[in-house]
């Protein structure tokens, strides 16, 4: 089944502490992407990657880092988690080119409360 | 001002009802057009999309685009309690690999 997985689900964690959240898809996308989804502002993209060891910022970039050293991969990383980086994250994926762009795979989830 | 404006609602329709959802864009580069649905705690998922202007059905559901006007619509005919979801515009300009979110507008169908 064509999916992209997230890990964890739920978190909370403490301002400080850093954390890494998982990304997998086992389509074989070239790119993929990380958003942050908030009440009032929608999705809002935090970095992208068109191949291993290719990436870039998106609109929200700050407090967070990505690698992408395997093309299934693409974690997430806040190095000094804090309160307002509190959303809902979505890993996404797709493949390049045209119209193979419109239909982005996303992940369920993972719900990032930082106290 | 974001790129792809949308109006949060909520919208409420009775069952059987015609449902439509607009968003508004300002990038003429776009090219193409989604519409996404995100059910409570999912993520979003691709429902149709469109090329440039014009329509394109699927089932109950129909996606409309006037470039001229920047004007983008999804129409939902007979409306069904399993349609309530967040509806979430997008466009992509065919020479990027980003796509462009409006908000989202949640929908919500009563029995």
């Known amino acids: 089944e064509a999916q992209v997985t997230q890990n964890p689900r739920y978190l909370i964690t403490v301002t400080g502490k850093k954390l890494t959240v998982t990304c997998s898809q086992n389509?074989?996308?070239?790119?993929m992407s990380w958003y942050r989804q908030d009440p009032g502002l929608g999705l809002r993209q935090i970095y992208y990657?068109?191949?291993?060891?290719?990436?870039d910022k998106g609109d929200v970039p700050e407090g967070y880092k990505v690698s992408r050293k395997e093309k299934r991969n693409f974690p997430l990383i806040l190095e000094s988690p804090s309160p307002n980086q509190t959303s809902l994250y979505f890993c996404?994926?797709?493949?390049?080119?045209?119209?193979?762009?419109?239909?982005?795979?996303f992940g369920q989830g993972t719900r990032l409360t930082v106290v | 001002q974001k790129e792809v404006e949308q109006d949060p609602g909520p919208l409420s329709v009775p069952e059987g009802a015609i449902v439509s959802l607009n968003c508004t864009y300002s990038n003429s580069a776009f090219q193409y057009f989604m519409w996404y649905r995100q059910y409570s705690r999912k993520g979003p998922e691709l429902l149709m999309y469109t090329y440039s202007s014009g329509n394109k059905e699927d089932g109950r559901f129909t996606a409309q685009v006037d470039k001229s006007s920047k004007y983008i619509s999804l129409f939902i005919r007979d409306s069904q309690p399993s349609d309530s979801a967040t509806y979430l515009c997008a466009a992509l300009n065919s020479g990027y690999s980003t796509l462009t979110f409006g908000k989202g507008t949640m929908l919500l169908v009563s029995p």
């Open positions: 389509m074989n996308h070239e790119y």
């Open positions: 996404a994926s797709s493949p390049l080119g045209g119209r193979s762009n419109t239909e982005a795979f």
């Open positions: 990657s068109m191949n291993v060891e290719v990436t």
